[in-house]
C-alpha cells in the first residue's frame, strides 16, 4: 500500500468538565432516580476524572428560550381551559404556572453552538496538521471530513474548503456517519487514494462535539454513563503518497468488518430536545466479535513470516474499558505487555469518538518511537462496524 502520514494534531476541547460537576448536577436534577445512590461507584468505574469540551457544562444544562407553554402556546392553552369550565382567575393562574416552567432546549439551540464550535476547533486542527506536514492548503489534494454530532448541510469539508483556504478543484469527501471509526476509516480511504495517485496529498480533520449528546432531562441509567464517558476533540493529519522528512508512520494495510443486524445496539436520535445517545449493554459483546475476527486477520496476514509477528503498539478505540480488557484477555500470549498503554491513557479524559483513534497515535508520537515499531489501529463504531490499520514507524 504504502501511504505515509505526518504528526497528527489533536486539539482537546478548552472548557474542564470534572466528574464531580457531572455528579453534582445530576443528583441535583434527578435527586428520586432508582439509580441516583448508585453514581459515585459507576462514574469510578470508567476511569474518567475530567474532560475537555467545546462548550462549558452551563451550556449543555442551561433551560431553552421558551417555556412550558412553547407548544400548544398560552391563547389554545387558555381557549381550551376556558372550554372545560375553568373561570378566568383559574386559567390566569394555570397559564402563569405553565409559563413559569422553563422549556429545555431546542435542537437549534443546542446544536448552533457546537456546530459553530466544531467549525473552529477544526479550522485549527487542519492548520496545524498542514503546518505538521511542511505544506500549505494549495498543496492539498484531497479532504477527508468527519462530525457525527453535529448535523450540518453544507458540512465541515466545504466550511473549512472556504475557510482555509483549500483550492477549489480539491476532491472532498465528508464522512459524517463514520462516528467512532472516522479516525482508521479516514486513514484506510487516504491510503486507497494515495495508493491510485502517489503524488495526491490527503488532509483528514475530524471535529466531534460529543457534548452535544449530554441531556439533562434524560433520567435513565444509559444517559448517565452517556453523560459521563465522552469528551470533545479535533484532530487533523495530512497522508501522503511518497515519504516527506516530515512522514512518522507507513501505513502498509487495511482491515473492515461489519456484522449485520447490530444497528440497534449503539445510535444516535434526534429529538425535540437535540442529539441523544442510546446504547445497548449487547454493545460489548458485539464489539467483541470484531476484536476476534481482527486477530483471525492479524493471524493470516503474517503466518507466513520468517519470524513470529506481532504488534509493538495497539492504538485501539473500542469504545470502553471492558473492550480494552477483553482485547488484552485475548491477544496471544506470545504478545508483549503494555500494548494498549497509550489507549487507555487517553480514555482516561474521556471517549472521544471518531478522533480518539489520531489522539491515541499523537500520544504515541509524542512518547517517542523507534523506527520499524510494527503498529496496528483499530476502531469499532455504531453499526455496528469496525477498521483497522496495520502499518511501521519510520
Known amino acids: 500500500m504504502g501511504a505515509y502520514l505526518s504528526p497528527p494534531v489533536v486539539i482537546h476541547g478548552e472548557h474542564d468538565v ?81 409559563e413559569a416552567i422553563p422549556a429545555p432546549q431546542t435542537v437549534q439551540e443546542r446544536t448552533a453552538p457546537a456546530w459553530a464550535a466544531v467549525q473552529a476547533y477544526g479550522e485549527r486542527a487542519a492548520r496545524g496538521a498542514l503546518d505538521s506536514a511542511g505544506l500549505t492548503a494549495a498543496d492539498i489534494d484531497c479532504l477527508i471530513t468527519s462530525h457525527s454530532t453535529t448535523p450540518a448541510l453544507p458540512g465541515l469539508d466545504l466550511s473549512l474548503l472556504n475557510r482555509l483556504p483549500l483550492r477549489n478543484d480539491v476532491l472532498l469527501l465528508p464522512a459524517t456517519q463514520w462516528a467512532c471509526i472516522a479516525g482508521t476509516r479516514s486513514l484506510a480511504l487516504a491510503a486507497d487514494l494515495v495508493a491510485a495517485d502517489p503524488d495526491r496529498a490527503v488532509l483528514v480533520v475530524i471535529s466531534e462535539a460529543l457534548s452535544t449528546t449530554y441531556q439533562p432531562g434524560d433520567d435513565t441509567l444509559e444517559s448517565l454513563i452517556v453523560r459521563l464517558l465522552f469528551a470533545d476533540t479535533a484532530v487533523a493529519v495530512v497522508v501522503t503518497g511518497r515519504p516527506r522528512t516530515e512522514s512518522v ?54 503466518q507466513d513470516d520468517r519470524h513470529p509477528w506481532h504488534p509493538d503498539l495497539l492504538l485501539a478505540h473500542p469504545g470502553g474499558t471492558r473492550v480494552l480488557e477483553y482485547m488484552e484477555q485475548t491477544m496471544p500470549d506470545e504478545w508483549p505487555a503494555g500494548l494498549l498503554d497509550y489507549s487507555r491513557d487517553s480514555y482516561t479524559t474521556g471517549n472521544r469518538g471518531g478522533a480518539a483513534v489520531l489522539d491515541i497515535l499523537r500520544r504515541a508520537y509524542d512518547a517517542g518511537q523507534k523506527s520499524g515499531s510494527r503498529t496496528v489501529l483499530y476502531a469499532a463504531a455504531p453499526g455496528l462496524t469496525a477498521t483497522a490499520v496495520e502499518g511501521e514507524w519510520l
Do not use: K
Not at 425535540?272 to 483471525?296: I, K, L, N, S
Open 18 to 98: 470534572t466528574t464531580g460537576r457531572i455528579l453534582e448536577e445530576v443528583r441535583g436534577r434527578h435527586a428520586q432516580a432508582p439509580w441516583v445512590s448508585r453514581i459515585d461507584g459507576i462514574a469510578e468505574s470508567t476511569g474518567i476524572v475530567s474532560r475537555g469540551w467545546m462548550l462549558p457544562l452551563e451550556t449543555a444544562v442551561a433551560p431553552g428560550s421558551g417555556s412550558g407553554l412553547r407548544t400548544p402556546g398560552a391563547g389554545q392553552a387558555r381557549a381550551a381551559l376556558l372550554r372545560g369550565g375553568f373561570t378566568d382567575d383559574e386559567v390566569n393562574r394555570v397559564i402563569a404556572e405553565l
Open 249 to 302: 508512520l507507513r501505513l502498509d494495510a487495511v482491515w473492515h468488518h461489519t456484522l449485520p443486524g447490530t444497528t440497534d445496539l449503539h445510535r444516535l436520535e434526534t429529538r425535540a430536545d437535540g442529539t441523544h445517545f442510546v446504547m445497548d449493554r449487547r454493545g460489548p459483546r458485539a464489539v467483541q466479535e470484531t476484536v476476534t475476527a481482527m486477530w483471525e486477520w492479524l493471524r493470516l496476514r503474517h
